[in-house]
């Protein structure tokens, strides 16, 4: 698990909750370069409580966006599952969920007693 990769995934928009508690669902499986996510869909599915189209939908999405990308497979009880990375540089270049820090100009003066 990679506190980073969350925090910076936690600080973006991506669009929609669904997609949002996606990613997080991956940064929490992610080594700190964002590397060794080997989670199925079906896994993603149960743990996050989304159907099963969503979930394939949203994954179908973030490869194509390259937040998301496919460097590998892994052997598994059904077969393999896709070993996954999410890209840091797409992903911090979405925009922040922070407040901007805005100066107001203004000043208290203080009253003369």
Known sequence: M????????????????????IIMFLADKAS???SGIWCSKGTI????????TTVKRAMRAFLKEGILVETG??????????????DQAKVE?????LEP???TGATVTPKPS
């Open 2 to 21: 990679s506190w980073r990769v969350a925090n910076t995934c936690a600080e973006r928009k991506f669009g929609s909750a669904t997609r949002k508690q």
């Open 32 to 34: 700190d370069d964002g």
């Open 45 to 52: 599915q149960r743990h996050t409580e989304l159907g099963e």
């Open 73 to 86: 497979s892994r052997t598994c009880k059904n077969g393999f599952t896709v070993v996954y990375r999410i």
């Open 93 to 97: 270049a979405l925009e922040s969920t």
């Open 101 to 103: 820090e805005i100066e």
